[in-house]
């Protein structure tokens, strides 16, 4: 059964605190294993990644090699149907004109000073993307991470996936090959992570790792943070429905399962102002449950995690809103639009009847990775940002060094920082131009 | 004496990549301590904060309270001369120009399927500032954390500092008055970030932390973030200078030095493709060195940790420059502006001989928060963005959705989510509109 809170009753506001309190993952603690892995990798590089990947996934890579080769990309892309991989080519395309648009633009002025002042993007020199093995092989999940990193002009995107008894899921080297990856690993695990971060004799290290992984691919990731950069660490998903009686509940239940299928800790909640309508929505939760092939999953998600949230009034939905934070926000109510524009904090926005989630996570054309876990209050999806930084620009002449020298002697002088201050004067002081040619040159 | 290094040297990769790889700082493990102390301010909130500022602050809280008044702002700023203040002022305005370019612009399409899409970024609701006491205790810091956070719309902006002994830098407070920060509580170390993070009964909790500390200061923020956002943690500071002879050597000399002074932990870094131009600086640098009040500090940097590369041609330099990706890059060489554009990494650029980088650490405009410890291969100064987050946006109606359906089913079924292509299979199944209204309604 999923939780019930209603707004009306008094007790609503503590119970309403203890939901959003609730842990939905208890992250082992595997830090001491991951370290002694990094340790390992960093100290005999491939043969370390040779004798982890016999160990943890009963795979011969000194056999096989570390490195997929272009052929066995080009076998993957035969293995899978006509129509994914249409389906595929029509999501990169649209993921890919998506994030053109995110391109930032360089600045450059020259301020009322005469002081020249400007920034530049580039992009991360080279990124390196974590796929999971087995059942949470995305292809969607690679073209999520790659196609930005590819609009941002990252000249070099290497893939690591393990391959457990040999295997890669094919659509996986289809996908990574359709986004323009020509640099895959098999291999796997906090051994990857730490391959990545530290390069062995044939991965050569990137500057930052992108993309999901299990408890010790997180613990890793975490651990060499600083050595290269990472992503945010993800939760499990979740969505927030906010919809009113206008819907048909089979639709919303629908999305709430679409939700609940990915994950036992993945979290469904529906908020309305019609408690008709909620209970119509969770019978045909119930209903749909019963023919659904991961129905073991979602049901438990949906019973364990899932929550109707029963409103007096829709002008009670932002707020509460804001502080779940969600990852997916559906808003499926008479004025989407103006409600969502009330609403300060969610990954994703899906506004009207006629916009399932799901849509944005194959080929909308936004990224689906998403900050969960409530940090949509101060973080964003995944996009070419993260894989461009900023350098500042500064360029001054005499005349603008003496307009704004005498500020900021006097501001280093009152943090008594006297170095500071006379790298400045030391230049006003000077008649002449830095140093006369030498006779020498 | 400096490290000195030279291309020419057979030995230089390996000696380039010792330098590199050399730690600067020991940071204490003050994990067990720090989470210690989070957890007693998560369970006795104010009256945790009470005691443990008597214990590391020597200060009694309960006597003097939590929040500095409006009163003590107004006198900490009659305690600053005329010309701070005003040289306060004129970096405030400087600095708040400069952000107000990196506003992000929301977007909004409809692409050539019907389908709307789009973002939308909002600032982030609430970020406490944490401002270190004693000598580290820089107003400049102050208004570069809280401008961009103004500029970016943050609705509470907190400040946060220690007050050993009762006292609090004035500076510091005007910085903070003048940069429009009212809600400031004299507390520090990792109860401090403790209480931000959880809240207390005096301090409401915040989505997001900035600011520098010390070694507790940084563990709590490790420990905090996920609960809330954290800005990067910064290591000790450092420049690279890459000079010519046609410099004048004190003039370089004096920027090593203002680097140095920071911190014994701080690095500064010559590279010049003239052994004798080379020489001189470092001459000049033990001249200089004499004077400078804080000569012992600036003196051990120098020695410990300052390096001289000399280069048999500019050429080599954007190569190892990348490498260094220095948080400060210096370029006073004849062509300045053409060989800073071939260098991807570094966190500010500072071009030309009359562009010392201390205009950037006060008044020049751009942020002085910059990636240290080669993180600006993979991040950036602090900035606007870093106080606001995306919203993605996606609107369909029941034509788009019809468009993008079948290859997201199509992509649903390949990865085995049966739920997620029944979303959108619904809606396109029924022939109605979503629900007719009820009778009752």
Same mark, same amino acid.
């Given at each position: 059964?999923?939780?019930?809170?209603?707004?009306?009753?008094?007790?609503?506001?503590?119970?309403?605190?203890?939901?959003?309190?609730?842990?939905?993952?208890?992250?082992?603690?595997?830090?001491?294993?991951?370290?002694?892995?990094?340790?390992?990798?960093?100290?005999?590089?491939?043969?370390?990644?040779?004798?982890?990947?016999?160990?943890?996934?009963?795979?011969?890579?000194?056999?096989?090699?570390?490195?997929? $080769?272009?052929?066995?990309?080009?076998?993957?892309?035969?293995?899978?149907?006509?129509?994914?991989?249409?389906?595929?080519?029509?999501?990169?395309?649209?993921?890919?004109?998506?994030?053109?648009?995110?391109?930032?633009?360089?600045?450059?002025?020259?301020?009322?000073?005469?002081?020249?002042?400007?920034?530049?993007?580039?992009?991360?020199?080279?990124?390196?993307?974590?796929?999971?093995?087995?059942?949470?092989?995305?292809?969607? $999940?690679?073209?999520?991470?790659v196609i930005p990193a590819k609009v941002a002009g990252v000249p070099r995107i290497v893939m690591v996936v393990p391959a457990p008894r040999g295997e890669i899921n094919p659509l996986?080297?289809?996908a990574a090959e359709m986004a323009g990856i020509e640099e895959v690993y098999r291999v796997g695990g906090a051994q990857a992570v730490a391959a990545l971060a530290y390069g062995t004799?044939?991965?050569?290290?990137?500057?930052?790792?992108?993309?999901?992984?299990?408890?010790?691919?997180?613990?890793?990731?975490?651990?060499?943070?600083?050595?290269?950069?990472?992503?945010?660490?993800?939760?499990? $998903?979740?969505?927030?429905?906010?919809?009113?009686?206008?819907?048909?509940?089979?639709?919303?239940?629908?999305?709430?399962?679409?939700?609940?299928?990915?994950?036992?800790?993945?979290?469904?909640?529906?908020?309305?102002?019609?408690?008709?309508?909620?209970?119509?929505?969770?019978?045909?939760?119930?209903?749909?449950?019963?023919?659904?092939?991961?129905?073991?999953?979602?049901?438990?998600?949906?019973?364990?995690?899932?929550?109707?949230?029963?409103?007096?009034?829709?002008?009670?939905?932002?707020?509460?809103?804001?502080?779940?934070?969600?990852?997916?926000?559906?808003?499926?109510?008479?004025?989407?639009?103006?409600?969502?524009?009330?609403?300060?904090?969610?990954?994703?926005?899906?506004?009207?009847?006629?916009?399932?989630?799901?849509?944005?996570?194959?080929?909308?054309?936004?990224?689906?990775?998403?900050?969960? $876990?409530?940090?949509?209050?101060?973080?964003?999806?995944?996009?070419?940002?993260?894989?461009?930084?900023?350098?500042?620009?500064?360029?001054?002449?005499?005349?603008?060094?003496?307009?704004?020298?005498?500020?900021?002697?006097?501001?280093?002088?009152?943090?008594?920082?006297?170095?500071?201050?006379?790298?400045?004067?030391?230049?006003?002081?000077?008649?002449?131009?830095?140093?006369?040619?030498?006779?020498?040159?």
């Amino acid at each position: 059964m999923p939780k019930r809170l209603n707004t009306r009753d008094p007790q609503f506001d503590a119970a309403f605190a203890q939901f959003l309190g609730e842990k939905r993952e208890s992250s082992a603690d595997v830090g001491a294993a991951v370290a002694s892995i990094i340790d390992d990798v960093r100290t005999r590089g491939d043969a370390a990644l040779i004798d982890l990947s016999k160990k943890y996934d009963h795979v011969d890579l000194e056999a096989l090699g570390l490195r997929v $080769s272009a052929e066995e990309m080009r076998r993957a892309r035969e293995a899978c149907s006509a129509e994914t991989l249409e389906a595929l080519e029509f999501a990169t395309a649209r993921i890919a004109e998506h994030h053109q648009r995110q391109l930032p633009t360089n600045e450059r002025y020259t301020d009322e000073r005469g002081a020249e002042l400007g920034w530049r993007w580039t992009a991360v020199e080279s990124v390196g993307l974590y796929v999971p093995g087995g059942l949470a092989s995305y292809p969607s $999940s690679v073209l999520m991470n790659v196609i930005p990193a590819k609009v941002a002009g990252v000249p070099r995107i290497v893939m690591v996936v393990p391959a457990p008894r040999g295997e890669i899921n094919p659509l996986v080297l289809a996908a990574a090959e359709m986004a323009g990856i020509e640099e895959v690993y098999r291999v796997g695990g906090a051994q990857a992570v730490a391959a990545l971060a530290y390069g062995t004799e044939t991965i050569a290290p990137v500057a930052k790792i992108v993309g999901p992984g299990n408890a010790y691919v997180a613990a890793a990731k975490r651990q060499v943070f600083g050595a290269v950069g990472i992503d945010s660490i993800a939760g499990p $998903s979740e969505v927030l429905v906010i919809a009113d009686r206008h819907n048909n509940p089979e639709w919303i239940a629908a999305d709430l399962l679409a939700q609940a299928e990915h994950d036992t800790a993945a979290q469904s909640i529906l908020m309305t102002d019609d408690a008709e309508f909620g209970r119509a929505v969770e019978a045909a939760v119930l209903r749909q449950l019963q023919t659904l092939p991961r129905g073991n999953i979602a049901g438990e998600s949906w019973n364990v995690f899932g929550a109707i949230i029963e409103l007096q009034s829709l002008d009670e939905a932002p707020a509460l809103a804001d502080r779940i934070a969600a990852e997916h926000l559906e808003i499926a109510t008479q004025d989407a639009e103006a409600l969502g524009e009330r609403i300060r904090n969610a990954g994703a926005l899906f506004l009207g009847a006629y916009t399932p989630e799901m849509i944005g996570d194959y080929v909308a054309g936004p990224n689906h990775v998403l900050p969960t $876990s409530r940090t949509a209050r101060f973080s964003s999806g995944l996009g070419v940002l993260d894989f461009m930084k900023r350098t500042s620009i500064l360029k001054l002449d005499r005349n603008a060094l003496a307009e704004l020298a005498p500020a900021a002697m006097a501001l280093a002088r009152a943090e008594g920082l006297e170095a500071h201050r006379s790298s400045a004067e030391i230049r006003l002081q000077s008649e002449q131009q830095p140093m006369p040619e030498r006779a020498s040159s």
